[in-house]
């Protein structure tokens, strides 16, 4: 049997005082396995981040009892801290500091000295992969490579327990995978590691997986355990490209439909149990006007999420998640929404036929570096276009140019038939742009960010009233309209951000990065909206790290050292980029296997 390294029983926490308390944990009780990577999984405001600093003795409970390695942590969380490495979400990396700076900090917080700081220093950078970047400033990091500091920073204590909060957001798949490398090895050298995502495929990588959702464990147990009800309720739908957005529409809406996504060209649905696929079919062929393909495929462990935080909890149809809008100490849940209605400006529809958004041999460099470097392609009217690469690759400094903030250095670069070397402004009155980071003004409540956003887009009068009411209910804002916009749930924070960039219905979308760190049950109410929008003729441009986001995609382009390396459907690059080994490659595999190869034929 293997010993436990951690162990929670009726804990409990809450935050606030009078009638505003706000449970995090609701009598929860887990067990974490000593030599395991144990992965602890929930929609936003579940309690992940509220145990985890409970765990590490940053918070005491209201009531029950943690203990780690058999200490009560109540009352021994100085001999807990110093058995463990705690990574939060915002790690304390000193920017104006090299990554070699960075790590002497850190050893000289925990007292080492002498010679056996020395090996461990070296020995950190080798195995964190930064010994070409030791005397780079770590504000010049890549997303992935400040992770990879701040992991190498938390581990100078030689901690026997590593506590890691969602250490992957916001970086690409690449170094995500390099991350996973480095914690296997560590497990591997007798470290138990407990790791919070809200990326569902890096579930399927732990050894266990605890799900929480308002405070308490739904299940637990092997990342396999959790789909083996689901066996025969996921199935594809391919229907015709230009029916699948209002046909996944449809499919929400049917009582036997728990879930329903777009995956590329096609569509795929959780059923409810009991449902029999084939007169599921009929029904939505009859709807659609034309015969379609239905085939039952293998559950995965996003299904089996959605399948327990819907059912267990109390949820409704694939259109809405279980329960109330819920806060808590970390932030608080945020389901998702209907699909918006949207009706576009007049000049998306003048411009049927042409490209919204041409970019013809697009630089940009800064300096002697070019991070752009002849760049080309078109988006049509009504396109979802995806935009990924490796952080640093050049994506941002693209999207930056075709939002108008930043200059071209050469090529063209045209948004509704606007040449952006000469009306940037122009063509920015005619945009929508979500930032990648919370962007609105935090001291600002939620209306006065709606009613500034609508002064700055030229609303007035009437209009502007009718366009932040919309807002308010359409994204279930209205209980938070007096609210600082900087307290929000991550969740509303993100719909604020996108009610703010639409308040104005333009015809072109600019979303950058725009889900990172929210759950998949955020994400799906947020892609229901832009699936609505484009269906309205909105053209999107989006970058994302999701690859499953990257799905919702028409097409996709990816960025790699300033050049575009490849561009088509995700199912076009999984076909032609996932590699004999892998028979049915996941659109990551296709994105690790191209970069790879493009790195090693010119590094060769």
Known sequence: MTEAVIELTGVVKRFGTGDRVMTALDGLDATIAEGRVTGLVGP????KTTLMRLTAGLLRPDHGRIRVFGEDVAREARRVQERIGYMPQRFGLYEDLTVAENLDLYADLHGLTGGPRRVRLDRLIDFAGLGPFARR???RLSGGMKQKLGLACTLVSRPKLLILD??????DPVSRRE?????????RDGITVLWSTAYLDEAERCDDVILLN???????????SFAKDLQGRIVEVRPRAQDRRW??????GLPEVLDAIIKSRAIRL??????DPEALRNRLAASAGCELEIHTVAPAFEDAFIAQIKTRSGGGPAGTSGGAPRRDGEGGAAEPHSAVPFETSGAATRLHGSPVIEISELSRSFGTFKAVDGVSFRVERGEIFGLLGPNGAGKSTTFKMLCGLLPPSSGSARVLDVDLRRAAAEARERIGYMAQKFSLYGDLTVLQNLRFFAGAYGLGGRRRSERIDWALEEFGLGPFAHHD??????GYKQRLSLACAILHEPPVLFLDEPTSGVDPLVRRGFWSRINAMAAAGVTVLVTTHFMDEAEYCDRIGIIYRGRLIALGSSDELKNSYGGPAQPEPTLEDAFVNLIEGYEGEHSA
């Open 247 to 252: 046909l996944v529409e449809v499919a929400r």
């Open 179 to 187: 991350l996973w490398q480095i914690v296997y090895a560590l497990v």
């Open 485 to 490: 916009s900087r307290n929000l749930p991550l």
């Open 270 to 275: 959780l059923l409810v149990k009991g449902t």
């Open 166 to 171: 969602e250490p992957s957001v916001g970086v």
């Open 137 to 139: 400033l770590a504000g």
């Open 44 to 47: 936003d405001g579940a309690g």
């Open 214 to 224: 308002a405070g308490r464990v739904l299940d637990s147990g092997e990342p396999d």
